[in-house]
């Protein structure tokens, strides 16, 4: 049966206590459209987010940064078909770039003309941490976001964060927020803003959306460690619905946010929104993923999500994400297969972890904290047997 044939019920929850919006369960990210040639496969893309839309989606987030500013501008074209007064749109304020008072309205401009729209539902800035708040306080970022919902331009000021909790409260706390989105799966609850970020924001009022629930997909079965993998299959539990289903199981989750880029991907997560709700997780579930947890925390060398921040700060061209997940595949395998080291081998000198200087660019970008050139050493040192 086709999708679109398909009328899922969607399920739907307030957006905390500060807006009046009733958003789906599930919504679009939209930073993993479908690609082709290195660029956003636009005909698949809109086919994609419509689908969501007809299936009862109502929120997609995007980014100013996002695959160079195309995604914007695609999910305008998407909302341009019958949509734009149907749908929340998100997006966010690139906070790092940052300097002075003014520096916002050359780029909430752009985005504005992208997404062909004279307002944003939802506005963001973008992944907060200790260092990006400076750029906030020094760019009087707040008084600019009161400024533009003077103005109705911005509907609902939030903010998505990638530092620990301490950050976290310290921010929630100095500027009337409406929502935040956060990073929290079954894998990763103590991880970040983690458990007590969601608690404490859904306490004060704030609507909350997650991001990475499969943890750019590390969490689904393709890209699962094989032990974990086998965890599931001998439990009889899908690895995608029981990731989705256990954070829909709790009351504070407002959206849970979905990369996803096919359209399989699309039909089976409307499907299981369906079957999603507090209280509904079933025993047998909760056992494999904590068996499952357990064992990637055991297992998995670095907790990459492979947003690829990082890519466009290397001043070399390492392929930063692709060097973690080969070392992880072959830590995995007990170093007994031969594909990882032939993958390496194939790479371009300057792609390859021994052409890392170290200049650790990287690690102001990496939302999940990780100190890439140290790890770009061990990676290194494993496929040549050098330090780089």
């Given at each position: 049966?086709?999708?679109?044939?398909?009328?899922?019920?969607?399920?739907?929850?307030?957006?905390?206590?500060?807006?009046?919006?009733?958003v789906s369960m599930l919504g679009i990210g939209?930073?993993?459209?479908?690609?082709?040639?290195?660029?956003?496969?636009?005909?698949?893309?809109?086919?994609?987010?419509?689908?969501?839309?007809?299936?009862?989606?109502?929120?997609?987030?995007?980014?100013?940064?996002?695959?160079?500013?195309?995604?914007?501008r695609v999910v305008g074209v998407a909302l341009n078909n019958g949509w734009r007064d149907k749908v929340y749109v998100a997006t966010k304020m690139p906070?790092?770039?940052?300097?002075?008072?003014?520096?916002?309205?050359?780029?909430?401009?752009?985005?504005?003309?992208r997404l062909q729209a004279p307002q944003v539902d939802f506005y963001l800035l973008h992944a907060l941490n200790k260092r990006y708040w400076r750029n906030?306080?020094?760019?009087?970022?707040?008084?600019?976001?009161?400024?533009?919902?003077?103005?109705?331009?911005?509907?609902?000021?939030?903010?998505?964060?990638?530092?620990?909790f301490d950050v976290f409260k310290a921010v929630v706390d100095a500027y009337d927020w409406d929502f935040c989105q956060i990073q929290y799966n079954y894998a990763q609850q103590d991880i970040q803003a983690g458990l007590r970020g969601l608690q404490y924001a859904a306490s004060k009022g704030l609507g909350v959306a997650i991001m990475e629930p499969l943890f750019g997909g590390f969490l689904t079965g393709p890209q699962m460690p094989p032990g974990a993998s086998r965890l599931f299959e001998e439990y009889g539990v899908n690895p995608v619905s029981s990731a989705l289903r256990w954070i829909w199981n709790q009351p504070e989750p407002a959206v849970v946010l979905s990369g996803m880029s096919e359209k399989y991907q699309m039909k089976d997560n409307l499907r299981t929104v369906e079957?999603?709700?507090v209280g509904v997780l079933s025993e047998r579930e909760k056992q494999v993923l904590e068996k499952v947890c357990a064992f990637i925390r055991e297992h998995v060398p670095i907790a990459c999500s492979k947003c690829g921040y990082c890519l466009k700060s290397c001043p070399v061209g390492v392929k930063i994400p692709f060097m973690f997940d080969l070392y992880n595949k072959?830590?995995?395998?007990?170093?007994?297969?031969?594909?990882?080291?032939?993958?390496?081998?194939?790479?371009l000198a300057s792609e390859k972890a021994s052409a890392c200087i170290q200049c650790g660019q990287c690690k102001k970008h990496c939302p999940q904290g990780l100190d890439i050139p140290a790890w770009m050493l061990k990676v290194a040192e494993e496929f040549e047997g050098a330090k780089g």
């Open positions: 049966m086709e999708i679109r044939n398909y009328k899922p019920t969607m399920r739907y929850r307030p957006y905390g206590a500060r807006t009046d919006a009733l939209a930073m993993r459209l479908p690609m082709a040639d290195g660029k956003i496969d636009e005909p698949r893309a809109i086919d994609l987010i419509e689908t969501g839309f007809d299936g009862g989606i109502n929120y997609i987030d995007t980014a100013y940064v996002y695959n160079e500013g195309e995604s914007e906070v790092w770039e940052l300097e002075k008072p003014g520096d916002q309205s050359r780029i909430f401009e752009t985005q504005l003309a906030v306080v020094k760019s009087k970022s707040l008084e600019w976001l009161d400024e533009e919902k003077k103005r109705g331009r911005i509907r609902f000021a939030g903010f998505s964060f990638h530092d620990d079957t999603a709700d072959h830590l995995l395998v007990d170093r007994k297969h031969t594909l990882q080291p032939a993958l390496y081998r194939s790479l």
